[in-house]
Nanobody, 117 residues
């Protein structure tokens, strides 16, 4: 069983920055594809960024150039550095761990990010 715990959310003004972290328990972190999703109340989860086990990254068009995903396999953590935040970035942000060949799929409990205008 893998547990994912997000931290770093909060309230920030437009143009500000936040750094989200997701700490993973268990021994599968290094082989997992790690992603950040976000959800606005009443809507579906939207993919924000993904980083594979070898460090390849992918971003939603809406965050390219502003957000950076990174991982530290020694610390079993994945981070999301968010710069130049906009009110439309307001959402609950979730961390997700996916195993090779869909062997497993875990989600964190989410952390709220609110960007005030």
């Amino acid at each position: 069983q893998v547990q994912l715990v997000e931290s770093g959310g909060g309230l920030v003004q437009t143009g500000g920055s936040l750094r989200l972290s997701c700490a993973s328990s268990g021994s599968v972190f290094s082989i997992s594809t790690m992603s950040w999703y976000r959800q606005v109340q009443g809507k579906q989860h939207d993919l924000v960024a993904t980083i594979t086990r070898v460090g390849s990254t992918n971003y939603a068009d809406s965050v390219k150039g502003r957000f950076t995903i990174s991982r530290d396999n020694a610390k079993n953590t994945v981070n999301l550095q968010m710069n130049s935040l906009k009110p439309e970035d307001t959402a609950v942000y979730y961390c997700r761990a996916q195993g090779p060949l869909q062997r497993y799929d875990y989600w964190g409990q989410g952390t709220q990010v609110t960007v005030s205008s």
